[in-house]
């Protein structure tokens, strides 16, 4: 069975899944038997029952010629539906060779086509459809025959969108290169690729088509006497609404119904085609959530260090319900100006240690520690707990500067007034104050006309500068710690070195202390006092930086890590060193001082024996 | 890279001037564009249809002679581009010609019904953006992360149906609750401030629903991105992060959404005029349509095509001041 396969089978047993077969049948069966089974009862005319209320004969009552209501809903099915159905299968068709046509013929008459396309979006369909009936005049065949030609611009805009997308890649341009006539890469490699969005679409489209219909009908620019669909019985019975409310209500529930059906449809679609990216997590994990997960022990807390923290532990919810850790327990302190570097791979959890400590960290994680103290005062552990709440100690000692300064800015809002905010929350400040005194931290950040600078969107900035504001914006405290989170990993190389001199200087002045969190163990070692070294969530190694320039690491993960910096005397025209994804360090955690590096057959495959001999040296 | 960028794009700025006039110069250019696309489909409109529109003047008993005499005086005996001139000529200078069945003016039935549709159409958008911009972000807010399962699918299911929900269909239920049954307010036309209610929300519920929801949805995306996480460093309250911080991000898809509900919403006149005989353009255009009144459909076809494609100059021109750089991107 394939992945496909699985998949649409597991949307169909879903509880929306069953809802939508079973309304899809329903309308189907209405629609092909009920003309057949009810057609003449409905069509009969009892002048002895006008109007009359609901009653064990007429369940819904009857209509203003005597006719059954219910029974006329039920017949009207037919038309409503095939009608929908035969409109958005023209106007689909249509669509789709108009949204694929530019693409095939190019240049000029393609442009020419999209521009059509583009104009004919601007009007909403429905008033396309009656300015058309308008031409074709008032039947049911008019009415379809407009509806189609209306959803024919939205339709080709969306094939046209999603055909363009497919058109630049690879696999499209090889195709084109070898020389394939165009209109044939559109149908054997660009079709199939957008085909599964269409469909959802086409599912929603009938909806609309059906809608659009009933209010044709309803407007009376639809089917006309003796035919009826929902919309013209809703035209007939809303005139007596105050007599028979039933004659609208029962066609108008109808019409909400199938609609609803063909919405149902497009969503189920949607579910069983397109893998979803999206994991719910169990209630019973979403409830564990709220405990914390390590007993509180804080008796262990340093209290003079700026902070200290007892086995943190930080875990997801995983695929199989299982929490999958991500952090495992972890202490260490920072002391009152020290800068302490932490290094690791991707994926060691040196980010995610920084996030919960700076208690940035969001559900579905969930954080918690035996004890955490920040300059001098207890710190919770939990995820949420200081998420969004006013809070002027950390606003003001705490410090943050984020990885990716291109995302880590509104865009929405300038550059200064972002700088400023700290003043206004946490330093009761004026708006004029904190604006003031972010253009003097801006300058103080190096930012050149700081005053200019101030009114600017992130977009204007360049990315250093960017860093730089964020840099400035935890300076409007007086922050005895900043949480630097790879702050120079997005930026150029020569950008990188002005950022590094800025936090130094930071620490110089004003004795702030300094986490920096990077993968790139030559920025670690000429900045940082400390390093904290990292793997699979564990913090494997602390040594002081000196040591580790000196290549006294004990973890043979640490110095397997630092066997991977390229130096002076590296030999050119070799490949670089690195490690391998499946080697395992997690043991060498217990031995640290028996195992040595040229003893991990791992490490010996991937660096060969000298390698590690001058490492460990 | 970043800085390369930055500089490419500052020197390209250079070379092709303000990017927000070029911006704003091709959008006009677009919008005339479209107006002339408009104009000349009205007026091919009466040249497609099937029958004699000298004759739907003159009356189904008129004698030949008087079709005739009716035919020259309208112009139908001309080239058809002298007549398309003639017919931009009119729509130049306001003279649409005059109706077939109330031998007035038809600019004159324009001006008296258009405030009316307008009216409601404005009311509408006003409702739809006042309820569903606080309502998204308050269910945003409470289901981010997934939280609150059981509050999203209630949301979901609850605000899918409502939006499936047209307008004629709210309208006749409204009527049928608050009207019929417990008689509250007026079943139709348009006097004080209660005979507006129930139009108003007839036209609003469906398209309050779709945006609440993709507000929702935007509120989720705006949520996870990176500079929300920098403004929650700060520790504000919740209450200032979303107001300062995450509502400016959601403008700018709001907005385009907006733009294309708004138009919709236009159409939606139409029918909700029908059904609470509201004296607008949407209850006339039905019974000139089907009177064969052909310079009074051509007309209003223009009106509302016309309202539409100055929706969404207005809404692009907003857009490029809330958020500049969609100006820049597309420029």
């Known amino acids: ?617 | 890279m970043a800085s390369t960028t930055t500089v490419l794009a500052l020197a390209a700025q250079q070379r092709r001037g303000n990017p927000w006039l070029r911006y704003l110069g091709r959008r006009a250019m677009y919008f005339v564009a479209s107006l002339v696309v408009l104009v000349t489909l009205a007026f091919l409109l009466v040249q497609l249809i099937p029958g004699d529109p000298a004759r739907a003047s003159a009356g189904e008993l008129a004698t030949p002679e008087a079709v005739e005499a009716r035919r020259i005086e309208l112009g139908l005996d001309q080239p058809l581009v002298v007549q398309y001139l003639r017919f931009w000529g009119g729509v130049l200078t306001g003279n649409l010609g005059d109706s077939f069945t109330s031998r007035t003016p038809v600019i004159d039935v324009l001006t008296t019904r258009a405030p009316a549709t307008l009216e409601l159409a404005l009311l509408a958008v006003a409702v739809v953006l006042v309820v569903a911009i606080p309502v998204g972000l308050a269910f945003g807010a409470l289901t981010r992360g997934q939280r609150r399962p059981g509050t999203e699918a209630g949301f979901t299911s609850i605000s899918a149906v409502v939006a499936v929900i047209p307008e004629f269909l709210a309208g006749i239920v409204l009527v049928y609750l608050f009207a019929v049954n417990v008689q509250w307010l007026p079943v139709a036309g348009r006097s004080d401030a209660a005979s507006y209610v129930l139009p108003v929300i007839a036209l609003a519920l469906g398209p309050t629903a779709a945006l609440t929801r993709i507000v929702r949805a935007e509120t989720h995306t705006v949520l996870e991105q990176d500079y929300i996480r920098t403004a929650r460093s700060r520790r504000m309250s919740a209450a200032r992060l979303y107001r300062r911080h995450v509502l400016p991000n959601l403008l700018t898809s709001t907005l385009t959404i907006s733009g294309l509900l708004l138009g919709g919403m236009i159409a939606g006149t139409v029918l909700v005029e029908n059904i609470f005989a509201w004296p607008g353009l949407g209850s006339t255009i039905v019974s000139s349509i089907q009177g064969q009144d052909f310079p009074l459909v051509q007309a209003i076809i223009l009106f509302y095509g016309a309202a539409v494609l100055l929706i969404n100059l207005v809404v692009d021109v907003i857009l490029i001041v809330v958020d500049p750089r969609t100006a820049l991107d597309a420029a």
Not at chain 1, 27 to 40: M, Q, R
Not at chain 1, 261 to 268: D, I, K, Q, R, S
Not at chain 1, 336 to 351: F, L, N, Q, T
Not at chain 1, 373 to 380: K, Q, S, T, V, Y
């Open chain 1, 1 to 617: 069975m394939s992945r496909t396969t699985r998949r649409v089978l597991a949307v169909l047993r879903s509880p929306v899944g069953i809802l939508a077969v079973v309304a899809c049948l329903t309308l189907a069966f209405l629609a092909i038997f009920a003309p057949i089974v009810w057609g003449a009862a409905a069509a009969v005319t009892d002048t002895e029952q006008l109007s009359q209320p609901p009653s064990a004969e007429h369940v819904f009552g009857t209509d203003g010629s005597g006719r059954d209501i219910l029974l006329r809903t039920l017949v009207a099915t037919r038309l409503s539906v095939v009608m929908a159905l035969t409109a958005t299968l023209a106007g689909v068709v249509c669509g789709v060779v108009l949204g694929l046509l530019p693409l095939m013929l190019g240049g000029r008459a393609g442009r020419l086509i999209v521009a059509a396309i583009n104009i004919g979006v601007a009007f909403p369909s429905l008033l396309l459809a009656i300015a058309f009936s308008v031409i074709l005049g008032q039947s049911g065949t008019a009415a379809t025959l407009a509806i189609a030609i209306a959803m024919i611009p939205s339709y080709g805009r969306l094939t046209h969108n999603l055909a363009a997308s497919v058109w630049g890649r690879d696999f499209v341009s090889a195709a084109r290169v070898l020389g394939v006539p165009d209109w044939r890469t559109v149908l054997r490699h660009v079709l199939p690729n957008v085909r599964d969005p269409l469909l959802v679409n086409a599912a929603i489209t009938a909806g609309t088509a059906l809608l659009a219909f009933a209010g044709l009908s309803f407007l009376g620019l639809g089917i006309q006497v003796p035919e009826y669909d929902w919309g013209r019985m809703l035209n007939e019975g809303v005139t007596r609404i105050f007599v028979t409310p039933a004659a609208a209500l029962v066609p108008g529930a109808a019409i909400i119904l199938a609609g609803l059906t063909f919405v149902l449809l497009g969503e189920v679609l949607g579910q069983a085609l397109t893998p979803s990216t999206r994991r719910r997590v169990p209630r019973a994990m979403r409830r564990a959530q709220r405990t914390s997960e390590a007993p509180a022990d804080a008796t262990a807390v340093d209290e003079d260090a700026v902070l200290s923290v007892r086995d943190l532990h930080v875990s997801a919810p995983g695929a199989d319900g299982q929490w999958q850790p991500l952090v495992h327990g972890i202490s260490f302190d920072v002391a009152r100006g020290e800068i302490v570097g932490v290094v690791g791979e991707s994926g060691s959890g040196k980010s995610v240690t920084l996030m919960a400590i700076a208690g940035l960290l969001d559900a579905p994680l969930r954080v918690g520690a035996a004890g955490a103290r920040f300059d001098g005062e207890p710190l919770a552990m939990t995820t949420d707990a200081r998420a969004s709440s006013v809070d002027h100690r950390l606003g003001q000692r705490l410090a943050i500067v984020f990885q990716d300064p291109m995302s880590s800015l509104n865009p929405a809002l300038s550059v200064g007034s972002q700088v400023a905010e700290p003043g206004i929350l946490h330093l009761g400040m004026s708006r004029s104050e904190a604006k003031a005194a972010a253009i003097e931290r801006l300058r103080a950040v190096r930012i050149p006309d700081a005053e200019r600078r101030y009114g600017q969107y992130p977009h204007e900035y360049s990315g250093g500068m960017r860093q730089r504001a964020m840099i400035a914006t935890g300076l409007m405290g007086t922050p005895a710690l900043i949480l630097a989170d790879e702050p120079t990993t997005a930026l150029d190389v020569t950008v990188q070195a002005e950022i590094l001199a800025q936090l130094r200087q930071v620490n110089e002045e004003h004795g702030t202390s300094i986490v920096l969190v990077s993968h790139d163990i030559a920025v670690v070692t000429s900045l940082c006092s400390r390093v904290l070294v990292m793997y699979r969530g564990r913090l494997v190694e602390d040594v002081r930086s000196s040591d580790l320039k000196a290549g006294r690491a004990t973890h043979p993960y640490t110095r397997a890590l630092l066997a991977t910096v390229p130096t002076m005397s590296t030999p050119r025209g070799e490949p670089m060193a690195s490690i391998p994804d499946d080697a395992d360090f997690t043991a060498g955690a217990a031995e640290v001082e028996v195992v040595r590096a040229a003893d991990d057959p791992a490490l010996v495959e991937t660096f060969g024996e000298t390698a590690l001999a001058e490492g460990a040296s």
